[in-house]
C-alpha cells in the first residue's frame, strides 16, 4: 500500500496553505513543474484526488479532508518537537548538578559556569562544595554528575580522571620582608608564623607534602579547613603559607603576594565520576571549559614574573 514520503505531505501542506502551484513553490524555495510534478504523482499513487482546481487556486478536495487534517496534526507535532529542541538547546527545564573541592570552585569553576551560561543560558545550574570525604554518596546517590578533587578518590564505584597537573606555590601578606622576592624555599617560609590545612586531610597532606619532603616538621600557628580560610587570614598578615595556584589563580587579589615555591610542588585536579554513568552533554561541556580554564591558569602565571600585590580567596 503507497504510503505519504515526508516529502510528499511538506509539499501537499504548501499546496494547501498557499492555494496555488507557484505559491508552495515559492514558500518551499524550489521550482513550480517539481511541484507540480509532485502533486500529481502523489494523487496518482494513492489513486485519490487531494485538490480541486478552481479558477486556477487548488481548494482541498471534501474526499481528502482526512488527510488534510492527519497533515495538520503531522506538521503540529514536529514543530512541538521543534521547540522542545530549542528549549533544550538553550537548557530550558533542565539542570546541571556538579560539585567541586573549594579550591576549584571559587575562581576555576566560576569561570567554566560562565562559558556555560554563555552556551546554555537557560539551564539551571547547581554546584556545590565538597570535601573529598563528602563526594562518594554525592556521587553514588546521583546527586550530581561529577566532581572536581585535587586528590583522586579511593572507591570500586568511583572513577578518576586527571583534569589538569599543576604545582603549589607560597603565599605572604603584602609587605612581607620576603615579598620582593621572585621566589621562596620552604626553608625560607618555616621561619615564619606558617598557616595550612589539617596535614591528615588529602588535600592538607599534599599542601604539607614540600614541608615533609624538606624534613621539617608540619608545625602551623593557625589552621583553616579550607583554603580560602588559608588565604584569608595570610591576607590579614597573620602568617605565611603553601597552597595551590588554583586557589589563587585570580589575577588582582588584594592583600595577598603569590611567589614560586623553588622546590618541586606538583598538585593534581581530577574529574571524579560514579562508574558508567552516562554524562549528559551539559556535564560533558562543562568539563570541558573546566579543563579549559584549569590549563589557561597553569600556562599564564603572571605573578611568577614579578608580580606582587595580589590576594583573595581560594579553596581546598
Avoid at 496534526?73 to 514543530?79: M, Q, S, T
Wanted: net charge neutral.
Amino acid at each position: 500500500m503507497p504510503q505519504l514520503t515526508l516529502r510528499q505531505i511538506e509539499v501537499i501542506r504548501a499546496v494547501m496553505l498557499t492555494g496555488t502551484i507557484t505559491g508552495a513553490a515559492r514558500m518551499l524555495n524550489v521550482s513550480a513543474p517539481g511541484i507540480s510534478r509532485l502533486v500529481k504523482h502523489t494523487e496518482e499513487s494513492l489513486s485519490l484526488r487531494l485538490f480541486e482546481r478552481r479558477g486556477g487556486v487548488y481548494v482541498p478536495a471534501v474526499e481528502a479532508s482526512a488527510i488534510f487534517d492527519q497533515i495538520g496534526r503531522v506538521f503540529g507535532g514536529v514543530e512541538n518537537l521543534t521547540r522542545a529542541v530549542e528549549s533544550l538547546q538553550r537548557g530550558e527545564a533542565v539542570d546541571l548538578s556538579f560539585a567541586s573541592a573549594p579550591s576549584v570552585a571559587q575562581f576555576i569553576a566560576a569561570r567554566a559556569v560562565r562559558a556555560v551560561r554563555q552556551r546554555y543560558p537557560d539551564l539551571f545550574i547547581d554546584l556545590n562544595i565538597l570535601k573529598i570525604e563528602e563526594t562518594i554518596d554525592y556521587l553514588m546517590l546521583e546527586r550530581g554528575e561529577f566532581v572536581m578533587m585535587s586528590t583522586p578518590v579511593d572507591n570500586a564505584g568511583i572513577s578518576n580522571d586527571i583534569a589538569a597537573r599543576g604545582r603549589l606555590a607560597a603565599i605572604l601578606p603584602e609587605g612581607h620582608e620576603l615579598a620582593g622576592r621572585d621566589s621562596v624555599s620552604i626553608h625560607d617560609l618555616v621561619r615564619y608564623p606558617m598557616i595550612g590545612v589539617d596535614a591528615n586531610d588529602p588535600y592538607g597532606a599534599a599542601c604539607a607534602r614540600p614541608l615533609r619532603e624538606a624534613g621539617l616538621p608540619v608545625r602551623y600557628s593557625m589552621r583553616g579547613r579550607f583554603a580560602q580560610t588559608v588565604v584569608s587570614l595570610v591576607r590579614h598578615g597573620l602568617g605565611v603559607a603553601v597552597i595551590d595556584e588554583f586557589s589563587v589563580a585570580e589575577l588582582y587579589m588584594p592583600g595577598v603576594v603569590r611567589l614560586r615555591l623553588q622546590e618541586e610542588a606538583p598538585i593534581t585536579i581530577y574529574v571524579v565520576t560514579k562508574t558508567g554513568r552516562v554524562l549528559s552533554s551539559f556535564a560533558e561541556f562543562a568539563i570541558a571549559q573546566l579543563r579549559r580554564e584549569l590549563l589557561r591558569a597553569t600556562a599564564s602565571r603572571p605573578w611568577e614574573a614579578r608580580q606582587g600585590g595580589a590576594g583573595g580567596t581560594g579553596g581546598s
